[in-house]
Every structure is written in C-alpha cells, then in structure tokens.
C-alpha cells in the first residue's frame, strides 16, 4: 500500500514543474525581490533629487556633473537588476516546460534576451551611464569648441531614453508569452492573468513610450506587482516540490520496510 502510494505521488509529481530545479526556482524567488528593491531604491532617488533635463545635451552635462554620485547609483540601480531579471525568466521558463515546452522556451529565451542586451545598450529611461564620461569631459573642457562637441555627443545618448526600442518590447513579449502558458497551470489563473495585463499593457506602452509621458507609469506598476507576486510563487513553488519530493522519498522508504 505504501508502494501504490509513492507510485501515486511520483506520477502526480512529474505532472508539474520538476523538483529537480527546486534551487532555481528558489534563486528566481530571491532574484526577483531582490529587483523590486533596487527599482524601489531607484524610484525614492528619482524623487528626492532635482529632476534631470530631458532635453539639451550643455545642460544633461552640468546636471550630471552636479549630481555625479547620485547619478552614478541610479543608473547602477536601474541597470544592475537586469542580471537578476535574466534569472527570474530562466525559473518562470523551466517551471513551465511540462506544460509546453515550446512556448516556455520562447517566452524565457525573449525575457532573457531582452535583460540581456539592455546590458549592451544601457539606457535606463531615466539616463544613460556613458553621460558620466562625457560629463567629466565636459567639466574638463578648456575652450568652447571642446565644450559643444561633448554636448552634441550627449544628445545621441539623450535621445536613446526617448526613442522606443526593441529591448523593451521583446520583454513585455516573454512576459505575455509565458503568462499564456500559466494558463494551463503550476501557478494560479489569476497570476497567469496578472501576466497577460502586463506583458499586453507592456507592448502598447513600449511602442508608443514617446507620446504616452506619464501614461507608461501603468506599465510600470503593473510590472512591479507583477515581480513581486512572482517571487512570492517562486517560492512557494521551490518549497512545495521539496515538500514532496520529501514526502515520496518517505513513503518509499515505508515500502521498502513493509516488504522486508
């Protein structure tokens, strides 16, 4: 009887995510909130320093060679969660293999992707980490021409925080992409529709990021409690499949004492 029961678990185990990735699911959890942290951080930075100019490369400079370290550490801020994020797609992808594996590929291999590259093209919406450079520059700068030519090199960073790109959407895809895979289970539905008003209010807001001003705001709210809640069932997931993979170590071990 205790075999039949071990049988019984095993089969219901390998139905849904594979305890095997427990410590990747649980690495997906910490990364997660780990993220929201450093965005929340970022944000209480934002709006407790001067706001930066949007436009006009002389004045960019002077305002990043004013506010030099608080600068440096909200770009850190907002670029340094982009390792994190690559792991939290890796877990929300292999969580979801058995469910299919084609679209959990997909959709993670777009997330990752998307974290990836901001790396190679290091635009936080709010500036641009190479403006430090060229600030100092700037400030350094003897004669009038120098100083224009540092502030016309500017404006080709300023304009990369304005313009949409194809970083942004390709991770608001991963994320509708996987949330449409939720829908057949391992998370609750309504995580799953979370994920679907994200990554949907995400490729509208991204596509049009240039007229929408504050409207892209709801993209990002929702994108934090998005983070958050999966997080939450990260874990969870990590410690239910080593929940049972306890369980059916305990149970086989029963069995093979009853028979002895």
Not at 230 to 243: D, F, Q
Request: proline share 4%; charged share 10%; glycine share 10%.
């Amino acid at each position: 009887m205790a075999v039949l029961s071990a049988e019984i678990q095993l089969g219901e185990a390998g139905a849904g995510p594979d305890p095997a990735w427990r410590t990747l699911y649980r690495a997906g959890a910490v990364t997660a909130l780990l993220a929201v942290v450093a965005y929340l951080v970022a944000l209480v930075l934002d709006f407790t320093v001067p706001t930066a100019p949007t436009s006009g490369g002389a004045a960019v400079l002077q305002y990043v060679a004013d506010h030099r370290v608080v600068y440096i550490l909200q770009q850190v801020l907002w670029l340094g969660p982009s390792v994190l994020l690559m792991v939290v797609f890796l877990a929300l992808s292999v969580a979801l293999k058995d469910l299919d594996p084609s679209w959990a590929a997909i959709g993670g291999v777009l997330g990752v992707a998307s974290w990836a590259i901001t790396l190679a093209y290091p635009a936080t919406g709010g500036g641009v980490p190479a403006l430090v450079y060229l600030s100092d520059q700037y400030v350094a700068a003897t004669s009038e021409v120098q100083r224009a030519a540092f502030a016309a090199a500017a404006e080709g960073f300023i304009a990369q925080n304005t313009i949409p790109t194809a970083i942004g959407i390709l991770e608001t895809i991963g994320i509708l992409i996987l949330a449409l895979v939720m829908l057949k289970g391992v998370f609750p539905r309504w995580v799953a529709y979370l994920g679907i008003a994200t990554g949907a209010s995400g490729i509208v807001c991204e596509a049009l990021k240039p007229v929408l001003g504050m409207g892209y705001i709801v993209y990002g709210l929702l994108l934090f409690v998005w983070l958050v809640v999966i997080g939450w069932e990260l874990y969870r997931l990590a410690r239910g499949t080593e929940t049972g993979r306890l369980s059916i170590a305990l149970s086989t071990r029963g069995g093979t004492k009853a028979r002895a």
